[in-house]
């Protein structure tokens, strides 16, 4: 039996049993004990023969070795791009690239499974959200700009929209799949032939791209996807013969890449860091809320840049909000990702879980009041107790800076004046969320929050057909939709 933490709702809401497990099978995926780069349409050894581990963050155990590409390889990959660019790519009429973009997209589809179960075993997150959410998102990119290769000139009237050469694309390890396809699809659509790197920790899904890519027959060199660690993506950034940098991931790298482009003819968007305000008014639907905020902060374990890390709660029905969400917070399952009643799963790496915990010391000594559900870990790998900071104030580390983890801090607000002065009062300006019966208090919120993202009465929705980007320290350009076009192409 569970415990309670002795609320009405904690003890309606916390059974008096346990869910069976009901782990995911993996005896349907195929994984290689060694992995190699993929450049010109096959699968080759790095010049300087280095390798390095994934493991799987839930058990700590090793699933394959992983190339790592020097700058000669990051050459090799791009004179393969700029080769298909010119020779091939460049040429195809726009209808018939569509068509490879659309397989690209069915066979994401048809081996769907696999690529959910080697999400979850290689990042850590539940297997409900890579099979429900990442997988299916990442097909429906493939999808949506599939439909655009043909109609750029409908997208773009009277401008002549023309491709840029290649795009160097670098990625980070919370949505491995996903970001690969947003970065990879509107590539394609525009033209473009590409050089990606994953993360370091989550390389896998990208390298069964590779496999699927190739199987998929699009023409050699089109898209060349490449591991290592930060090196190899500075080596990228640094490589002359590239026209457009795609980077999501910290800002600190960010910042990097920027100052190392300036001055040169490179295009470049960021996707960067980002410290959500999720704001939620007396009038909002309280039970709704409640969902909506442990969805915004605790999906994904807080591994989301646009993670509604921050919550405001407006001061009448702050008591009411906290003893709700304290009481579902007892009710969610951390634990082994590969299984269906998981809500929380591994943190992805022993780096990020010490940062998390870094975080949550600060917090402590910082004078905020600290909860946690009363769950148990599991005895191996890495996991974090989903995390409640009370009276939290504007000055804290813990408010400024982005944990990127299952961390909650909450403050209260009496005036939408005051809700707004807080929430824009911070470097990053990513994404936010307000909960309210009011269409007219979401107007007002919504054109004056300083957020390339703001969601009205739900949570972390996201959509092929819908930009996202960021402002300030968020970084710049836009992906998805229309917008997520642009960056792609010169007029
Ligand atoms: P990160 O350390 O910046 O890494 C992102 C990617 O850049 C990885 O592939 C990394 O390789 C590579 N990299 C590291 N140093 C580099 C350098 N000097 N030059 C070029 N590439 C370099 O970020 P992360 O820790 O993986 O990801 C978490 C961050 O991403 C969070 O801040 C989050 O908010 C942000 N994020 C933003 C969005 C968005 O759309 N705005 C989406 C997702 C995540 P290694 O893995 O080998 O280090
Ligand atoms: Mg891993």
């Not at 029905?317 to 917070?329: E, H, N, S």
């Amino acid at each position: 039996m569970k415990k309670t933490n002795g609320s009405p709702e904690a003890s309606t809401l916390s059974t008096a049993w346990d869910y069976t497990p009901s782990p995911e099978s993996t005896e349907h995926i195929h994984l290689e004990k060694q992995y190699e780069l993929f450049i010109d349409g096959k699968f080759v050894k790095p010049g300087a023969g280095k390798y390095f581990d994934t493991i799987n963050p839930a058990t700590e155990q090793k699933i394959a070795s992983v190339a790592e590409a020097d700058e000669k390889d990051v050459n090799k990959a791009v004179q393969a791009a700029r080769k298909a660019y010119d020779k091939v790519w460049s040429r195809m009429p726009a209808a018939e690239r569509a068509k490879y973009i659309y397989r690209i997209a069915r066979m994401i589809q048809e081996r769907s499974r696999e690529f959910a179960v080697i999400e979850s075993m290689d990042g850590g997150k539940p297997i409900r959200e890579s099979r429900d959410i990442d997988v299916p998102l990442a097909a429906n990119h493939f999808f949506y700009y599939a439909g655009w290769a043909d109609k750029l000139e409908y997208a773009f009237p009277n401008r002549k929209p023309n491709s840029l050469g290649v795009a160097g694309q670098i990625i980070p390890w919370n949505f491995p799949l996903l970001m690969a396809a947003w970065k990879i699809a509107p590539a394609l659509a525009t033209g473009n032939t590409v050089v990606l790197k994953p993360a370091e920790t989550t390389p896998l899904t990208a390298l069964k791209l590779a496999e699927l890519i190739r199987d998929s027959g699009l023409p050699d060199g089109v898209v060349n996807i490449i591991t290592g660690a930060g090196k190899t993506g500075a080596a990228i950034v640094g490589h002359p013969d590239i026209n457009k940098i795609a980077f999501t991931g910290s800002t600190d790298v960010g910042k990097l890449i920027q100052k190392t482009l300036a001055g040169t003819s490179k295009k470049l968007t960021l996707e960067l860091g980002g410290k959500a305000a999720n704001i939620i008014f007396e009038d909002a639907p309280i039970d709704q809320a409640v969902e909506g905020i442990i969805n915004g902060i605790f999906f994904n374990q807080g591994h989301v840049c646009c993670a509604g890390s921050r919550l405001f709660v407006q001061e009448g029905i702050a008591d009411t909000v906290i003893r709700k969400l304290k009481a579902r917070m007892e009710s969610l399952i951390v634990g082994d990702p590969l299984d269906k009643n998981t809500d929380i799963g591994a943190i992805n790496s022993k780096g990020q879980l010490e940062t998390i915990n870094r975080y949550i010391e600060i917090g402590k000594n910082e004078g905020a009041e600290i909860h946690q559900s009363s769950c148990t870990l599991p005895g191996k790998g890495y996991f974090c107790k989903p995390t409640l900071f009370l009276n939290a104030s504007q000055s804290h580390r813990i408010v400024q800076e982005e944990i990127f983890g299952p961390v909650l801090t909450i403050q209260t607000f009496r005036t939408v004046e005051e809700v707004i002065e807080k929430a824009n009062n911070i470097p990053y300006g990513l994404s936010a969320g307000v909960w309210t019966d009011k269409g007219s208090k979401i107007f007002n919120l919504t054109s004056r929050l300083r957020a390339g993202v703001i969601w009205a009465n739900t949570y972390n929705k996201f959509d092929p057909t819908s930009p996202f980007g960021g402002y300030k320290e968020s970084g710049f350009g836009r992906e998805g939709g229309l917008h997520g076009l642009q960056p792609y192409l010169k007029f």
